[in-house]
């Protein structure tokens, strides 16, 4: 079985290929055949959910021809089309619901819309090799700690902890902006803050139990910068302040739930720090630690094709198709 996946909740379209033998859904018998992306470059006025839509539109045909010639396949041997249905940008999930519907009429291949949240954790999973890990899902727009819970053939991932203003990711793309840092994002954030081997600057804690907030902090940044302190101080003390109050959060939910694992997925798990960080806090509580491998870190569309994928051999592909782009990864069922 083949199964395309479509990603475009954000600034990058992604589409990818995955062939699975039989069985359950593994990394022994499920295999990524492609994985193209193309992708926004941010800016330091931040993303226009009209461009970007624009830019999905215009870039879908080659992205497609890329992905299936990585993969080695025409479009006419894929068994099933799946897509990002949210949450994510209404203008960005409507151009992949549109393209995903019109494949799936033409090749009269079966639509499988997947929570686009649900499969940044289910990829990690997969290609990680855990079973049943707290998730530590960190990207521009979302910040969650979540696990299963429940029991087949209707589980759901109950979200322990999160962010109550803005995701982490938006966070530091914002505070980058503000220090004027290149790129003007959180990777100028982390380039910086590892420029600066002296003391931290105080900023806002925002912990509330196992929630998070971010824009208190990014208040003081902004006063900071007005000052004219040295950039690469204040990169380094937002990394290390929001990086810490996540690792709190997380250590509490760890041991509210008491998982054996613990997994960091979404494009800020590629921060170098906080893997660094989040390994320690595990090693102390005798657990294991994972992090999502690079190329499924940010949105891609192989996450969704892998995820399109344990829902069909599950039987548990969702009736409703339509794009939701508040669709929260609780409100999805987990039927594998």
Do not use: W
């Given at each position: 079985m083949m199964i395309?996946?479509?990603?475009?909740?954000?600034h990058s379209l992604g589409i990818g290929v995955v062939r699975h033998d039989s069985g359950k859904v593994n990394?022994?018998?499920?295999?990524?055949?492609?994985?193209?992306?193309?992708?926004?470059?941010?800016?330091?006025?931040?993303?226009?959910?009209r461009k970007l839509a624009e830019h999905h539109a215009r870039k879908f045909k080659k992205t497609l021809g890329e992905a299936l010639a990585q993969a080695g396949v025409n479009a006419a041997e894929l068994d099933a089309i799946a897509y990002a249905q949210g949450p994510g940008l209404g203008h960005c999930l409507h151009v992949g619901f549109a393209a995903a519907n019109s494949l799936s009429l033409l090749l009269e291949k079966p639509l499988v819309p997947v929570n686009h949240t649900v499969a940044h954790v289910e990829v990690g999973k997969w290609a990680c090799g855990m079973n049943d890990p707290l998730a530590v899902y960190v990207s521009g727009g979302n910040t969650q700690i979540t696990a299963l819970e429940g029991q087949l053939p209707s589980r759901h991932y109950r979200v322990y902890g999160e962010t109550l203003d803005v995701g982490i990711g938006n966070?530091?793309?914002?505070?980058?902006?503000?220090?004027?840092?290149?790129?003007p994002d959180a990777v100028g954030i982390m380039k910086n803050a590892a420029q600066w081997k002296g003391s931290i600057i105080e900023l806002p804690y925002s912990v509330k139990g196992v929630d998070l907030a971010f824009s208190?902090?990014?208040?003081?940044?902004?006063?900071?910068?007005?000052?004219?302190g040295?950039?690469?101080?204040?990169?380094?003390?937002?990394?290390?302040?929001?990086?810490?109050m996540l690792?709190?959060?997380?250590?509490?939910?760890?041991?509210?739930?008491?998982?054996?694992?613990?997994?960091?997925?979404g494009g800020v798990a590629q921060n170098a720090r906080l893997a660094e960080m989040l390994g320690l806090m595990c090693e102390d509580q005798r657990v294991s630690f994972a992090v999502v491998p690079p190329q499924y870190a940010g949105d891609n569309g192989?996450?969704?094709a892998l995820t399109g994928l344990q829902e069909i051999v599950s039987n548990g592909v969702p009736?409703?198709?339509?794009?939701?782009?508040?669709?929260?990864?609780?409100?999805?069922?987990v039927t594998w």
């Open positions: 395309l996946g479509i990603e475009s909740t954000a990394a022994r018998n499920t295999k990524v055949l492609s994985n193209a992306i193309a992708k926004v470059p941010s800016g330091r006025t931040g993303f226009i959910p966070f530091l793309d914002n505070a980058g902006r503000l220090l004027n840092t290149t790129p208190g902090m990014l208040n003081a940044v902004r006063k900071a910068a007005e000052r004219g040295d950039k690469r101080q204040l990169c380094y003390s937002v990394q290390e302040t929001s990086f810490a690792v709190e959060a997380t250590e509490r939910c760890l041991c509210h739930t008491r998982k054996k694992q613990v997994l960091a997925v192989a996450m969704i009736q409703d198709c339509r794009p939701d782009q508040n669709l929260r990864i609780d409100k999805t069922t």
